[in-house]
């Protein structure tokens, strides 16, 4: 069965530091590849998405995340954080045939001033 | 995208009664789940809510506990039966839309405490 493994519980940055998020999942069948963000006392967001195609995809507010097939990763980067992406962070697998998510059990990214 | 909302937002329940939370979208959508996320831990999927069937259950949940239901494409329920102080969590609903069945929305939560 499919499983998803964040090492990082925390991660604490500086502001305008760089920062990887770290997600790795075990079965290398086709998968669809997510990253969701729950800011404090709100419901998860969409942050960025791999289906198939190039394996480096962008969000909007600057992070970006590789997958990469043979180590079965799906790292979070950013190379600059700022305050306001203090959050927690959780990657998650679906194999392609069923829709149904595995989720990692999440990063928590505290930005420090 | 789509805007869903649950009602209630947090409540806080006694041991051995139930709780129905709703989950409430504005368009149709094909498919909405029910996750639990439990204190401290990730999200974990409950079941798949079926529009005018039963819905299909993962392992360890079962219907009696949570029973569910989807009268139409844009509304469901989920009950949480003979509480207990394990049962506290946040439950989540989540739906997907047609042609991008791939890709699940969230609602924002409800947090149930059980005493």
């Known amino acids: 069965a499919q499983s998803v493994t964040q090492l990082d519980s925390q991660v604490p940055v500086f502001e305008e530091a760089p920062v990887e998020l770290r997600c790795n999942y075990s079965?290398?069948?086709?998968?669809?590849l997510f990253w969701y963000v729950q800011y404090p006392n709100q419901g998860l967001q969409l942050l960025l998405k791999?289906?198939?195609?190039?394996?480096l995809v962008e969000s909007i507010n600057g992070f970006e995340a590789e997958f990469n097939k043979s180590q079965t990763s799906f790292h979070l980067r950013k190379p600059s954080v700022h305050i306001s992406d203090t959050a927690e962070y959780f990657c998650a697998v679906s194999d392609t045939g069923t829709y149904k998510y595995i989720f990692g059990t999440g990063t928590r990214l505290k930005v420090l001033a | 995208s789509a805007v869903i909302s649950q009602k209630p937002s947090r409540d806080i329940c006694q041991r051995g009664t139930s709780l129905t939370i709703q989950c409430q979208v504005d368009s149709q959508v094909t498919m909405m789940f029910w996750y639990r996320q439990q204190p401290g831990q990730s999200l974990t999927l409950i079941a798949t809510?079926?529009?005018?069937?039963?819905?299909?259950?993962e392992s360890g949940f079962v219907i009696d506990k949570f029973p569910i239901s989807r009268p139409n494409l844009t509304f469901s329920t989920l009950t949480v039966s003979n509480m207990s102080p394990e049962d506290s969590s946040i439950y989540l609903c989540s739906v997907s839309h047609r042609g991008k069945s791939y890709e699940q929305y969230f609602g924002p939560g409800t947090r149930l405490t059980v005493t």
């Open positions: 809510a079926n529009q005018g069937s039963e819905a299909t259950y």
């Open positions: 791999y289906l198939s195609g190039s394996t």
């Open positions: 079965s290398s069948v086709s998968v669809y």
